[in-house]
């Protein structure tokens, strides 16, 4: 098991930047691919990235492709999600996963492939 715990989240203007943090801890941190999810108020959770536990493979979703980057430091056990030209939609409360990985550079995207989660942070974006 891995425990997660998310900071970072906060009111900012459209245009303007955030940088989330995921502080993981357990046996399995650095063989654990790490994921970001976003739930909007009466939306499904949705995937946003992912980075494979060797930290040399990414993956986004379209929505945020170009302005967000991830990132890891296997040597702190975390995770930043950098956040860049926010946008209203973007708002939302943003969840860390994990899952741990028999490969170095797999990644998933899938909400049922993670096994963990924290506990969110609120992300609001004004227009």
């Known amino acids: 098991q891995v425990q997660l715990v998310e900071s970072g989240g906060g009111l900012v203007q459209a245009g303007g930047s955030l940088r989330l943090s995921c502080a993981a801890s357990?046996?399995?941190?650095?063989?654990?691919?790490m994921g970001w999810f976003r739930q909007a108020p009466g939306k499904e959770r949705e995937f946003v990235a992912t980075i494979s536990w060797s930290g040399g493979s990414t993956y986004f979703a379209n929505s945020v492709k170009g302005r967000f980057t991830i990132s890891r430091d296997n040597a702190k056990n975390t995770v930043n999600l950098q956040m860049n030209s926010l946008k209203p939609e973007d708002t939302a409360v943003y969840y860390c996963a994990a899952r741990e990985s028999y490969y170095s550079d797999r990644y998933y995207y899938r909400r049922d492939d993670y096994n963990n989660w924290g506990q969110g942070t609120q992300v609001t974006v004004s227009s």
């Open positions: 357990g046996r399995t941190v650095n063989r654990s691919v």
